[in-house]
């Protein structure tokens, strides 16, 4: 059994009729628990509320990088007050985009210095509720907002745990994250032929440095690739990481669910 550790349940492309079916596909081919993040302010109490419909789904709470332009700057109390939910196992999606260009009005250097302000936020409210942290990055080239995103963890590194989610290698990018103690989740694009980056990391990531993911409504894997992507694809993932790491699946699924389980901080049996 394996739990998708990242996906957006709250998202326009699953409409909430197809949800309980959305679900019981995952749970058919055993993947029997799925974490479901906000993105925006807006999207707590939706991601929140499929948490409370299903017993298989956690959510986690937190401003996206490309959302902190339209995100009041007192956003930090509301935020705090959806992340103490039972059903919370985690702050995010937070992180630095350097990829999308700034909205109008912004210049790329202010957009960049708010998301780094909010990504600091978002640490600080998980320290304070004893919760870890989920990061997005992502740059046009070269791996600036990981790394910036780096710099940043390391003030909390003693206290909170970060997984830097999508994880593309190269596997060098990921040794500084695992250093301060953190994870990294693999998506759908390791079942890409072309990402030899993200294969090699895959397969060096010591058990217990990594998890799995699908980033659905997002990034299909092969043979869904284009598609919508949905919880039930992460068993696609998990028997291409497998076979590249030369693990059986029950040995891929015993231990990425120890650490699935130490991160979100849940019993086997949640
Ligand atoms: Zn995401």
């Known amino acids: 059994m394996f739990t998708d550790s990242h996906c957006h349940l709250a998202s326009h492309k699953?409409?909430?009729d197809e949800l309980p079916t959305i679900v019981n596909n995952a749970q058919a081919v055993g993947i029997h628990r799925m974490v479901t993040l906000a993105t925006s302010l807006e999207d707590c109490?939706?991601?929140?509320?499929?948490?409370?419909?299903?017993?298989?789904?956690?959510?986690?709470?937190?401003i996206h990088p490309?959302?902190?332009?339209?995100?009041?700057?007192?956003y930090l109390s509301t935020l705090r007050n959806y992340?103490?939910?039972p059903k919370c196992v985690a702050i995010g999606e937070t992180g630095l985009d350097y990829f999308h260009p700034a909205p109008d009005g912004w210049s790329d250097a202010d957009y960049h210095q708010r998301q780094r302000l909010f990504l600091k936020q978002h640490f600080e409210l998980a320290q304070q509720l004893n919760k870890n942290v989920v990061i997005h990055t992502r740059d046009r080239s070269g791996a600036q907002s990981l790394h910036d995103a780096v710099e940043i963890y390391k003030d909390f590194a003693h206290s909170v745990q970060a997984?830097?989610?999508?994880?593309?290698?190269?596997?060098?990018?990921a040794q500084a994250i695992l250093d301060l103690g953190g994870l990294v989740s693999f998506t759908g694009i390791s079942t890409f032929k072309s990402a030899q980056d993200c294969i090699e990391a895959a397969t060096l990531a010591p058990a217990g440095t990594f998890m799995l993911e699908t980033d659905s409504p997002y990034l299909a894997p092969t043979p869904h690739r284009g598609k919508r992507n949905e919880?039930?694809?992460t068993s696609h993932i998990a028997n291409a990481i497998?076979?590249?790491?030369?693990e059986s699946i029950e040995q891929l699924a015993q231990h990425t669910e120890q650490t699935v389980n130490q991160f979100f901080k849940l019993s086997s049996n949640t």
């Open 231 to 233: 919880p039930a694809f």
């Open 83 to 85: 992340a103490q939910h």
């Open 66 to 74: 490309c959302d902190v332009h339209s995100t009041p700057d007192d």
């Open 14 to 16: 699953f409409s909430p």
């Open 242 to 246: 497998a076979n590249a790491r030369n």
């Open 45 to 62: 109490p939706d991601n929140i509320a499929i948490a409370e419909q299903f017993p298989q789904v956690h959510c986690a709470i937190g």
């Open 163 to 173: 997984v830097f989610h999508c994880f593309l290698g190269p596997w060098e990018n």
